[in-house]
């Protein structure tokens, strides 16, 4: 089992940068796959970004080249990485959305609670 915990978004004009942070209760190295979600209002929820086995990266193509999943060393230390972030670049009015950092550990998934990012002028 693992949980996570979310944070950052906000509000940012277009064309700005944000970034998000998930941290597991676990290394990530433990986990099959980590990454991000969104969903907008009155949309499918969008695979955007995931890193898997702590290192190989995918993205979707509408974010591709302008978000960056990654692991956080500033917070990680050489013992234990448990955090995640997703530094997103060149946002635009579409990026609006409710962003879930997700886990997969074998058959499950595991859930953030949702943090709301907000591309507006």
């Known amino acids: 089992q693992v949980e996570l915990v979310e944070s950052g978004g906000g509000l940012v004009q277009p064309g700005g940068s944000l970034r998000l942070s998930c941290a597991a209760s676990?290394?990530?190295?433990?986990?099959?796959?980590m990454g991000w979600y969104r969903q907008a209002p009155g949309k499918q929820r969008e695979l955007v970004a995931t890193?898997?086995?702590?290192?190989?990266?995918?993205?979707?193509?509408?974010?591709k080249g302008r978000f960056t999943i990654e692991r956080d060393n500033a917070k990680n230390t050489e013992y234990f990485q448990n955090t995640v972030d997703l530094l997103m670049n060149s946002l635009k009015p579409e990026d609006t959305a409710v962003y879930y950092c997700f886990a997969r550990l074998g058959e499950n998934h595991y859930w953030g609670q949702g943090t709301q990012v907000t591309v507006s002028s």
């Open positions: 676990r290394s990530i190295f433990s986990i099959n796959a």
């Open positions: 890193l898997i086995s702590g290192s190989e990266t995918n993205y979707s193509d509408s974010v």
